[in-house]
């Protein structure tokens, strides 16, 4: 996993590119880093002043971040997780700075994200020596309408050292710029945990990372109710009529 953390170049080159279209939005780029699981980077898919302005109003409500964030057991271990994190509930411009990047991200995903099929968006603080050690999203011991069937990361600040988002059972290691959006999801299509999705958030070498995390629990995603969320772009062949 050291290697992975110490290259300052993204390790595995993407399978292939593409431009995705989006109403609205100009054209995003996609690279496709890892077919099973699926792990997709979308290129400046926020913007520099929203990301900027996010971090700036989310300074004052900071704290600590927990892990076990499944709805029980949540704790603090500064062993596993050295961050700060919260979710910013006022002021109303910055959930409408949020919301505003919701509905790309529900195209790109191909999965219902409104509360509760996801959880609110967690904004995250490293600082030097920042880290999160190798861990899943999702747990099968978490009751099944709240299992994380996919994450979404934004990387909303840049001039960083350090801080690559790895895979060590893929050996994927991702440098992210400001504003990429990475996507993967963390069951197969039978429903079980893909034990290859085991990611780390590597120790920050020097300046401060911020990115934003958006859960995608199962609630209300599978079965007939899914046929209303985006195209499937993205997702699996039958990864939405699975039954948790």
């Known amino acids: 996993m050291s290697q992975l953390c110490e290259s300052e170049e993204q390790i595995a080159q993407p399978l292939y590119c593409r431009y995705v279209f989006i109403h609205g939005i100009m054209p995003i780029q996609a690279e496709i880093l890892h077919e099973e699981p699926y792990v997709v980077v979308f290129h400046r898919l926020v913007s520099k002043f929203d990301s900027n302005r996010v971090i700036k109003l989310m300074e004052p409500y900071e704290k600590q971040a927990i892990i076990g964030g499944l709805g029980h057991g949540a704790r603090t271990n500064s062993a596993i997780r050295n961050s700060t994190s919260g979710i910013l509930e006022e002021p109303a411009y910055t959930q409408c700075i949020i919301k505003k990047w919701y509905p ?141």
Not at 186 to 210: A, I, Q, R, V, Y
């Open 104 to 244: 790309a991200i529900k195209t790109l995903s191909g999965l219902n994200i409104i509360e509760p099929a996801a959880e609110k968006m967690a904004i995250t603080h490293y600082e030097t020596g920042g880290y999160y050690t190798v861990h899943y999203d999702s747990e099968m011991t978490s009751p099944p309408h709240l299992r994380r069937l996919g994450t979404f990361l934004l990387y909303l600040s840049g001039n960083y050292r350090g801080g690559n988002t790895i895979f060590p059972h893929m050996q994927l290691a991702f440098t992210p710029q400001q504003g990429d959006g990475l996507l993967f999801y963390s069951h197969l299509t039978n429903t079980l945990l893909d034990e290859k999705t085991l990611h780390m958030g590597c120790p920050l070498k020097d300046g401060n990372k911020w990115i934003g995390s958006l859960w995608i629990r199962n609630f209300t995603q599978a079965g007939p109710a899914a046929t209303c969320y985006g195209d499937g772009l993205y997702v699996k062949p039958g990864f939405l009529q699975s039954s948790f």
